[in-house]
């Protein structure tokens, strides 16, 4: 298992996945990213640590980032209702994409 020494929590918050740009490590001093996505920050940066954890990251030794992922908000972002998108799109076609919550984390 690769022991976290450093980490850095991105929230990117609400994007639709066809515009959300990704996340890396280029210009940065992290060597791994995981990206997750939920309908609050908690679940996203739960499911980023579930793809750390599948990438053989040790999450057991690395106690501030759970605490930190731990004190993430909870409170779900507002869903776009269909009706209220086909107002703001003239009426036009309403896609069966969900907006989500984004969140990485950064490891090294």
């Given at each position: 298992?690769?022991?976290?020494?450093?980490?850095?929590?991105?929230?990117?918050?609400?994007?639709?996945?066809?515009?959300?740009?990704?996340c890396g490590v280029c210009t940065t001093?992290?060597?791994?990213?995981a990206t997750g996505i939920g309908n609050?920050?908690?679940?996203?940066?739960?499911?980023?640590?579930?793809?750390?954890?599948?990438?053989?990251?040790?999450?057991?030794?690395?106690?501030?980032?759970?605490?930190?992922?731990?004190?993430?908000?909870?409170?779900?972002?507002?869903?776009?209702?269909?009706?209220?998108?086909?107002?703001?799109?003239?009426?036009?076609?309403?896609?069966?994409?969900?907006?989500?919550?984004?969140?990485?984390?950064?490891?090294?």
């Amino acid at each position: 298992m690769k022991k976290i020494e450093d980490y850095e929590i991105v929230l990117h918050g609400l994007e639709w996945s066809d515009y959300f740009q990704g996340c890396g490590v280029c210009t940065t001093e992290f060597t791994d990213v995981a990206t997750g996505i939920g309908n609050n920050d908690r679940e996203a940066l739960e499911d980023a640590m579930d793809q750390l954890a599948q990438g053989d990251w040790d999450l057991n030794g690395s106690q501030a980032l759970a605490d930190e992922v731990a004190k993430a908000s909870t409170v779900d972002q507002v869903a776009i209702n269909e009706k209220d998108y086909m107002v703001e799109n003239g009426g036009e076609g309403f896609s069966d994409e969900t907006p989500f919550v984004y969140a990485s984390i950064r490891v090294r």
